[in-house]
């Protein structure tokens, strides 16, 4: 007779990691000191997406030392996106938690972030950075996006391109990214039956290593393209429910 297979955790956090071998062993320590005061325990889904350094030789070791976690390696670079979906795909918390493996999300702010959802009956409790510590160009093409995916999806997310949030993962299960879908998250997880979405403010450090994958040069026009792709599933998704 085979052993039964472990319980679930209820908090599942999902990081996807590209290049980052120097803040993964910060961040392993921060998430372990956060998780330690989650009830009913956590586990930690490291997606590889192609790093091209150390980054999954890290990984490897940390996981070899934490039960807690899992490393899911993907067979190339294929983009956050890509890496969010693999990640979902792994996921078996009773919530998902995500933020970035480059230390600018504080771990610390993960307990809080499930507390607000419990206290508060919320599907999705999305972060608000805040003082963050970006360049005046960042800042400003960041808003401008902001206003513009809210001003079309008819939507009144904040903070959009925070990674820090949590979700009821039964709805996480249900979204199906295409490529660059991930910046439009909370919108489509309200596609897919989240109907309370609120708001927390969150920190937001300095980055210590390496450099942003992203810029305005390869988010602008990209960006406009999948905005009205968003537009256009919202106006053709519909979900039904079989009564038998």
Known sequence: MSAASPAPPRVSVMIPVYNEEESLATLHRELDAALASIAGGAEIVFVDDGSKDRSLAVLREIAAKDPRVRVVVLDGNHGQTAAFAAGFDAVRGEITVTLDADLQNDPADIPRLVAKMDAEGADVVNGVRMKRRDSWVRLVSSRVANRARNWVTNESVTDVGCSLRAMRTEYVKRVRLF????????????MEGATKIVEMPVAHRERRYGVSKYGIGNRLWVGIVDLFGVRWMQARHFRVRVKN
């Open 179 to 190: 490529r660059n879908m991930h910046r439009f998250l909370p919108t489509l997880l309200r």
